[in-house]
């Protein structure tokens, strides 16, 4: 269980320390099965570069064929709204320019995730969370339990 009087785990801005951690799922439009190979590897990357640059942290991450889990540290400064809403937009346009270009079958123009996505807090449970996140492929294939909090 975390310590919440050791602030060496928590994040810390000028006048604020935190510790803000989402568990995130976003999934491409019509759940098309299209994160596998280089795309996969591309999608990842782009990411990763926009987490960078707006100082969120990608504690774990994990694509599976029709969806992806990620739990990420968010600064207080952004809602998870706007953050979710950064990475998909942002990612989107990459994608359509650096990897589809039209190729992808049932993607069209800057559509490429779906409207919604799936959010929860991680609190105390991160270690359960990102356990969940690391065995998705497992999970998908109904060769592990599921996660119970």
Not at 22 to 48: M, S
Not at 74 to 100: C, F, Q
Request: proline residues 2%.
């Amino acid at each position: 269980m975390k310590d919440w009087q050791n602030c060496e785990e928590q994040s810390s801005a000028a006048h604020t320390t935190w510790d803000c951690k989402y568990h995130v799922v976003i999934v491409p439009k019509y759940r098309k099965k299209v994160l596998y190979g280089r795309i996969r590897k591309r999608i990842g990357e782009i990411l990763w570069e926009l987490c960078r640059y707006k100082g969120i942290e990608i504690l774990e991450a994990h694509a599976v064929v029709d969806h992806i889990h990620m739990c990420i540290s968010v600064p207080p400064k952004y809602s998870i709204a706007m953050t979710i809403g950064y990475l998909k937009g942002e990612s989107a346009i990459r994608i359509h320019k650096e990897i589809t270009k039209g190729e992808v079958k049932g993607i069209t123009n800057k559509n490429f995730w779906a409207r919604g996505y799936c959010v929860s807090t991680v609190g105390l449970d991160e270690e359960k969370i990102r356990a969940y996140i690391q065995n998705q492929e497992k999970l998908d294939r109904g060769e592990q339990g599921t996660l119970n909090f």
